[in-house]
């Protein structure tokens, strides 16, 4: 019976070790604030703005971007300068494997995907996706430029983590387009 004990109790205590072990790894690469001051330099302005939706509008963005949409409140940033919009500002966390990872999606003010940032990532290193790969979501999801998901080429290596951003900004794009900045529409925010 003391040697169960100590069995369990040794497990316990390499269960903890190897848990740390995990946190040990979880890298920030970028603040929130430090994300959107690359965002929204300075002179611009940067507001918070919360978007809230219910399950008939999830729904319909999730069935419009092809992807899960869970989230019921979408806090978002509006950029402006001299009393123009100048861009927004979405951070989405998601899974990648079985780590989370942010990303911070800004969009030009006509909605199309001005860049994207990794923001943290809790996986290996090897499973991020690269800044060359990032940057050809630049100028996807506006008026004319067609559907997000067909002209993002996969990432070999890091086959997750590209379908991961992928989705995130389908889902970014789709919630903008539809609830943020809709033609002719008021946006649903506080």
Known sequence: MALLRTTRASGFVLAAVL???GTAEARVLLTQDEALKLAFPAPQAVERKTLYLDEA????????AGVPV???V????????EGHVTGYAYFDTHLVRT???TILVRLRPDGAI???DIVAFDEPDEYRTTPRWLQQFQGQGGPESGDLGTKIRSLSGATLSARAVTE???RIVTLHRLF???AGGAPKTR
């Open 19 to 21: 848990l740390l072990a």
């Open 57 to 64: 509008q999830a729904a319909r963005a999730a069935h419009e």
């Open 70 to 72: 869970e989230v019921r």
């Open 74 to 81: 979408v806090p978002y940033y509006v950029g402006s300068q």
């Open 99 to 101: 780590l989370p990872e």
């Open 114 to 116: 001005a860049t994207i």
């Open 168 to 170: 995130a900004a389908k």
């Open 180 to 182: 943020v900045a809709p």
